[in-house]
């Protein structure tokens, strides 16, 4: 049988390996790595937020028939290690790992890597950006992006006549209380998240977490939903804003989903598409956001 090896920022069953693997072919195997852990003092509510995110992954897939081999141990290498000893695989895989390192690393075990789906721009894309070219400015990135992708372009052309709308994007927050910004949807902590809290508290900081950060794919998608109908239609105005007391405001606060892989870009950014297409988003804020 293969193995497919999963890191703890490619939760998501429809990335590069995972995305070609079955229950009847592969097993899977995710490696906690205390080592790592240890290496800082992290805040605790990172640290409940990766933890809990792998853990109730391996669940996810437990409940579609894998058979997953979840190592709680010193490093990455002892788990791969200890897994080759347990299970005697035919084979590893992975998907590109996010880091220089990791990869590093499964060149020195001789696993093969594939090619990564997470984000929208994969290195070889990016090389067919820079190809020929003297300077580099995230503009023409952006743009190049935009075109490539289909992201509010007609005809190659932006739609509404302009690339870039921060300037319309960047006022400060009203003082009047004139606006008001929706409460983010929270999760209710079970056991699970309990005992992480408990087993990881004394080498962590920070107030300890209460339910605001999804851990699993399914309540990402409720703080998707949340965002694109409650928060985007007035998103870009208020984009850049800060706050003593509110520390929300208009952010999305999609971004520790989008690095773990319990959401992707490419659906993210399609939402805000969606929902501008329909009517339901002003120009500046989809574009904004996007």
């Given at each position: 049988?293969t193995t497919v090896l999963v890191f703890g920022d490619q939760l998501n069953m429809e990335l590069g390996?995972?995305?070609?693997?079955?229950?009847?072919?592969?097993?899977?195997?995710?490696?906690?790595?205390?080592?790592?852990?240890?290496?800082?003092?992290?805040?605790?509510?990172?640290?409940?937020?990766?933890?809990?995110?792998?853990?109730?992954?391996?669940?996810?897939?437990?409940?579609?028939?894998?058979?997953?081999?979840?190592?709680?141990?010193?490093?990455?290498?002892?788990?791969?290690?200890?897994?080759?000893?347990?299970?005697?695989?035919?084979?590893?895989?992975?998907?590109?790992?996010?880091?220089?390192?990791?990869?590093?690393?499964?060149?020195?075990?001789?696993?093969?890597?594939?090619?990564?789906?997470?984000?929208?721009c994969h290195p070889t894309d990016f090389a067919e950006f820079a190809a020929g070219r003297k300077s580099?400015?995230?503009?023409?990135?952006?743009?190049?992006?935009?075109?490539?992708?289909?992201?509010?372009?007609?005809?190659?052309?932006?739609?509404?006549?302009?690339?870039?709308?921060?300037?319309?994007?960047?006022?400060?927050?009203?003082?009047?209380?004139?606006?008001?910004?929706?409460?983010p949807p929270t999760s209710t902590l079970d056991e699970l998240d309990r005992g992480i809290i408990a087993?990881?508290?004394?080498?962590?900081?920070?107030?300890?977490?209460?339910?605001?950060?999804?851990?699993?794919?399914?309540?990402?998608?409720?703080?998707?939903?949340?965002?694109?109908?409650?928060?985007?239609?007035?998103?870009?105005?208020?984009?850049?804003?800060?706050?003593?007391?509110?520390?929300?405001?208009?952010?999305?606060?999609?971004?520790?989903?989008?690095?773990?892989?319990?959401?992707?870009?490419?659906?993210?950014?399609?939402?805000?598409?969606?929902?501008?297409?329909?009517?339901?988003?002003?120009?500046?804020?989809?574009?904004?956001?996007?």
């Amino acid at each position: 049988m293969t193995t497919v090896l999963v890191f703890g920022d490619q939760l998501n069953m429809e990335l590069g390996a995972l995305a070609q693997a079955s229950p009847s072919t592969h097993r899977i195997l995710m490696v906690e790595s205390t080592r790592k852990i240890a290496a800082r003092r992290w805040h605790i509510q990172r640290l409940h937020l990766i933890v809990a995110s792998m853990r109730r992954f391996a669940e996810q897939l437990r409940g579609v028939g894998y058979d997953v081999d979840y190592r709680i141990c010193d490093s990455f290498q002892m788990g791969i290690a200890e897994h080759r000893a347990a299970h005697a695989p035919k084979h590893i895989i992975a998907t590109e790992p996010n880091s220089w390192s990791a990869r590093q690393l499964l060149d020195r075990h001789g696993i093969e890597q594939i090619r990564s789906n997470q984000f929208l721009c994969h290195p070889t894309d990016f090389a067919e950006f820079a190809a020929g070219r003297k300077s580099f400015k995230m503009e023409d990135f952006y743009r190049w992006q935009r075109v490539r992708l289909g992201y509010l372009v007609e005809d190659g052309k932006p739609v509404g006549g302009t690339w870039n709308l921060d300037k319309e994007n960047r006022e400060p927050p009203p003082r009047d209380g004139s606006v008001t910004w929706p409460t983010p949807p929270t999760s209710t902590l079970d056991e699970l998240d309990r005992g992480i809290i408990a087993s990881y508290r004394d080498a962590s900081w920070g107030d300890e977490p209460t339910g605001t950060w999804a851990t699993t794919r399914r309540d990402a998608l409720t703080r998707l939903a949340h965002f694109i109908d409650k928060v985007l239609p007035r998103f870009a105005p208020h984009e850049d804003a800060m706050l003593a007391d509110n520390w929300h405001l208009a952010h999305s606060l999609l971004s520790p989903y989008l690095n773990l892989g319990l959401l992707t870009p490419r659906e993210v950014c399609d939402a805000a598409h969606e929902a501008f297409l329909a009517g339901r988003v002003p120009l500046n804020s989809a574009e904004g956001f996007i």
